[in-house]
C-alpha cells in the first residue's frame, strides 16, 4: 500500500469509524475526528519531506490494474501543485473541525422516547472527513476515470452538509442548487471521458486494444502528436472538461450556486467548500485541461480569459453592494477564483506559479475571514451588516483578527495573498496587457468592500441588540478554542506574506512542464536600446 493511498484512506476509514461510535457520545465523535485530520496532516508533512521537487514528475507513484476490461487503472502520483494544494486541505482541515466544534450539537434527530439521539455530530464529522478522503484523492489521481469518479462523489457529502445541517430556511435549495449545477457539469466531463477513452482506442495508445485512461500515457501521446482526433473533437472534449471544472470553481457565469450555499452552510463546512472543495476545480485545469488539450487550451483561452475578468470586477461590485456579511465574503471568493483561472489561461511561468499560489493563499485568507465572520454571527444570531457596530470596543481581538484576515483578502502587501497576486497580474500582462489592466480595477474594489465593511462593523458606538433573547446575544471576544482556529491562519498569512519561496519550490518545476506540454514559453520583453546617434 503506497503513502499516496494511506493518505486518502486514513480519513475515509476514520470516518466510517465516526459513524461507528455510540450514538450518546458525541464527544468521541469529535476527537476522533481531530485526531483523523491530525494524522492525514502528519502524512502529509512526510510526503512534503520526502518529495523531491527536481525529480521526476509523479512521485510516490502507485499504479495497478483496476478494471483490466477497458483499461482503467488504480493510478496516483504526486507532482508539486497536486502537494501544495494536499497540505492546504490537511492544514485546514484540523482547524475546521475545532471551528465547526458545536455547530452539529443540536442537530440529532429525535427518538422515540421524546429524546434526542446525539447522531448529528457523528453524521457532520464523519461527512467532513468522507469529502478531505475524496479532495485528497483527487489531488493525486492521475487515471482519468478515478478522477472523474472522486471528482462527483464528493458531491454526495458536500451536498448533506449544506443541506442536513444548514441554516436560515434556505439550505434545502441551497443545496439542491449546489448539487444540480455540479452534476450538470460532471454529465458533460463524463461524455467526454468517454470520447477521450474512445479517441486513445482509436489512435493505439492503451495495451491489449483498449483505450486507456492514464493522463500520463494521453499526455505524452499528446505531445508526440499520436492522439486521432480532429481539432473539432478535442475542442468538444476540451469544453466538456472545462464546464466541469468552471461550474466547480466557479467561473462567471456559472457561479450563482456559490453565494447561496456558503451562506445557508455551517461556516466550517463552507469554508470547506471555497477553501478545498473549489479548489479542485481549478486544480483540474491546470493538470487536465492544459496537458490533454493543449491546442484547445490555447484557442479558447481568450474568451476563458475575458471571463475570468468579468469574474473578477463582477465578483468585487457585487460585494461592494451585500447587506449580508456572509454573502459578502461569498462574492469576494468570485473574485479571486477569476484571479486563479486568469493566471492559468494566461499561460507564462509567472501567472500559472502565482495562480497555484493564490490556491493557497485564497484558502488561508478565506477560511481565516469565513470563520471569525461565523463567530461574530453566533455571537448575535445576525448576518445583517446594519445589526453591528462598535464590536471593537467590546471584543477588540475579535476585531483585530477580522482586520487582518480582512487586509489579506484584498492582497495588502505583507501579508500571502499580495504575491500571488502580484505575479499573476505581472504574468499576464507579458501576454495580455488589456486583461491585466482591467483586473487591476478589483484592487480598488477590494478596498472598498473590505474597509467599508470594517467600518461598518467594528467602527462607532457599540449596537444595542434588542428583541426576545437579547439578553442572551452578549459580544464577547473570542475564546481558547476559537484563538486555537484564528491563530494559526493569521501566523500562515504572515509567514508566506514574507516566505513564499518553499512553495514556490514546489510549484515551479511543475508549472514549467506544463508549459511545455502547451508548448507556451514566456514572451520574450520588448525592450527598445536607444544608442548615441538616436538610432533604434
Not at 217 to 224: L, N, P
Request: hydrophobic share 55%.
Amino acid at each position: 500500500m503506497g503513502w499516496l493511498t494511506i493518505l486518502w484512506l486514513i480519513p475515509a476509514v476514520v470516518a466510517v469509524g465516526v459513524l461507528a461510535l455510540p450514538a450518546q457520545r458525541p464527544d468521541l465523535a469529535k476527537w476522533a475526528g481531530l485526531l483523523g485530520t491530525v494524522a492525514a496532516l502528519v502524512v502529509s508533512v512526510g510526503l512534503a519531506i520526502g518529495f523531491d521537487p527536481d525529480g521526476p514528475r509523479y512521485q510516490f507513484v502507485t499504479d495497478v490494474r483496476w478494471i483490466p476490461s477497458f483499461g482503467a487503472r488504480y493510478e496516483l502520483g504526486l507532482d508539486g501543485i497536486g502537494l501544495v494544494l494536499i497540505l492546504l486541505t490537511t492544514v485546514l482541515m484540523p482547524i475546521l473541525v475545532l471551528a465547526g466544534w458545536r455547530d452539529a450539537d443540536h442537530a440529532g434527530s429525535l427518538d422515540h422516547s421524546g429524546g434526542r439521539r446525539q447522531k448529528g455530530p457523528h453524521t457532520y464529522f464523519a461527512l467532513m472527513l468522507a469529502v478531505e478522503a475524496m479532495v485528497l484523492m483527487s489531488f493525486v489521481a492521475t487515471d482519468v476515470l478515478l478522477f472523474y469518479i472522486v471528482f462527483e462523489a464528493m458531491l454526495i457529502p458536500m451536498y448533506f452538509l449544506i443541506g442536513g445541517f444548514g441554516s436560515g430556511g434556505t439550505q434545502a435549495a441551497a443545496a439542491v442548487k449546489f448539487l444540480l449545477y455540479n452534476l450538470f457539469g460532471g454529465l458533460l466531463m463524463l461524455a467526454a471521458v468517454i470520447g477521450l477513452y474512445v479517441v486513445t482506442a482509436r489512435s493505439g495508445i492503451g495495451a491489449d486494444g483498449h483505450g486507456t485512461f492514464s493522463l500520463p500515457a494521453i499526455s505524452d501521446a499528446v505531445a508526440g502528436g499520436r492522439l486521432d482526433a480532429s481539432t473539432g473533437v478535442l475542442a468538444l472534449l476540451f469544453g466538456g472538461f472545462m464546464i466541469a471544472f468552471a461550474i466547480k470553481a466557479p467561473l462567471w457565469p456559472f457561479h450563482s450556486w456559490l453565494p447561496d450555499s456558503a451562506v445557508a452552510a455551517t461556516p466550517a463546512s463552507a469554508v470547506l467548500m471555497m477553501a478545498v472543495v473549489d479548489k479542485v476545480g481549478t486544480f483540474a485545469m491546470l493538470r487536465f485541461c492544459l496537458q490533454l488539450f493543449p491546442e484547445a487550451s490555447k484557442t479558447f483561452a481568450p474568451l476563458i480569459i475575458a471571463l475570468s475578468v468579468i469574474g473578477i470586477v463582477y465578483g468585487a461590485i457585487l460585494a461592494i453592494a451585500q447587506t449580508d456579511m456572509m454573502r459578502l465574503i461569498a462574492y469576494t471568493s468570485i473574485s479571486h477564483f477569476g484571479f486563479i483561472i486568469l493566471g492559468v489561461f494566461a499561460m507564462t511561468s509567472e501567472s500559472q506559479s502565482g495562480a497555484t499560489l493564490y490556491m493557497v493563499n485564497h484558502g488561508i485568507s478565506t477560511a481565516a475571514l469565513f470563520l471569525i465572520a461565523g463567530f461574530l454571527v453566533s455571537r448575535r444570531g445576525s448576518r445583517l451588516i446594519a445589526d453591528y457596530g462598535g464590536i471593537a470596543k467590546v471584543a477588540p481581538v475579535l476585531a483585530g483578527t477580522f482586520l487582518v484576515a480582512g487586509l489579506a483578502t484584498l492582497s495588502l502587501p505583507g501579508l500571502s495573498p499580495f504575491i500571488s497576486e502580484f505575479l499573476v497580474f505581472i504574468g499576464t500582462f507579458t501576454r495580455y496587457p488589456v486583461a491585466a489592466i482591467a483586473a487591476s480595477s478589483a484592487l480598488v474594489l477590494s478596498a472598498i468592500y473590505i474597509l467599508w465593511l470594517y467600518q461598518r462593523v467594528m467602527g462607532g458606538p457599540p449596537t444595542p441588540v434588542e428583541g426576545p433573547g437579547a439578553a442572551r446575544r452578549t459580544m464577547p471576544d473570542l475564546h481558547g478554542r476559537e484563538r486555537l482556529v484564528v491563530a494559526p491562519l493569521l501566523a500562515l498569512l504572515l509567514v508566506f506574506g514574507f516566505f513564499p519561496q518553499p512553495l514556490l519550490n514546489l510549484i515551479t518545476p511543475t508549472v514549467s512542464h506544463t508549459l511545455t506540454t502547451v508548448g507556451r514559453g514566456d514572451p520574450a520583453p520588448a525592450v527598445v536600446v536607444q544608442n548615441n546617434g538616436g538610432g533604434k
